[in-house]
T-cell receptor
């Protein structure tokens, strides 16, 4: 899978929107962009994924750049419960081995302050 | 709805002792199952995955092994634990054919400390 780059940490105030960036300049045409998050002492949790178009679900929105070299996870109104490490992951069917593992990098640690 | 269970939640074991961690999934059939490990301050690393009963693929050579005796049961084992086996062990499941859209669902994890 292609590589992603995320800031190590970000901080937000409670009830404000949060924009978490992810750069993936080597993305291929068949790579899907996935976001997971991991709350403290818990297993990762799926957030959202997309290919080309922007996506919305009950948890967040995913904005994908037109050239697909970057994307942004948007939490519309951060709560204290959103404090977690957010992982941006690219997934491709390219080879049979890469399809099975989620390649978690270091992610972005989001701190939400009251 | 589907749920995934892992036990025990925490475990403290001496070096050289055996290990058995269990993962079960409810509410789905023929899931793909995964074992990941997260060492302190590091990312998640895939250890094993299984697409069916008795079918186990290993991603990282080590002193751990995995088994899938039943469709929705996945077991992680070791005959002799090493200090480096300490970490947070996560089981995950997914359904369907391998696709780039596949979503994996993780269990609550087992925190293992080897002393």
């Amino acid at each position: 899978d292609a590589k992603t780059t995320q800031p190590n940490s970000m901080e937000s105030n409670e009830e404000e929107p949060v924009h978490l960036p992810c750069n993936h300049s080597t993305i291929s045409g068949t790579d899907y962009i996935h976001w997971y998050r991991q709350l403290p002492s818990q297993g990762p949790e799926y957030v959202i994924h997309g290919l080309t178009s922007n996506v919305n679900n009950r948890m967040a929105s995913l904005a994908i750049a037109e050239d697909r070299k970057s994307s942004t996870l948007i939490l519309h109104r951060a709560t204290l419960r959103d404090a977690a490490v957010y992982y941006c992951i690219l997934r491709d069917i390219g080879n049979s081995n890469s399809g099975y593992a989620l390649n978690f990098g270091k992610g972005t640690s989001l701190l939400v302050t009251p | 709805s589907q749920t995934i269970h892992q036990w025990p939640a925490t475990l403290v074991q001496p070096v050289g002792s055996p290990l058995s961690l269990e993962c079960t999934v409810e509410g789905t059939s023929n899931p793909n199952l995964y074992w990941y490990r997260q060492a302190a301050g590091r990312g998640l690393q895939l250890l094993f995955y299984s697409v069916g009963i008795g079918q186990i693929s290993s991603e990282v050579p080590q002193n751990l092994s995995a088994s899938r005796p039943q469709d929705r049961q996945f077991i992680l084992s070791s005959k002799k634990l090493l200090l480096s086996d300490s970490g947070f062990y996560l089981c995950a499941w997914s359904v369907g054919l391998q696709t780039p859209q596949e979503t994996q669902y993780f269990g609550p994890g087992t925190r293992l400390l080897v002393l």
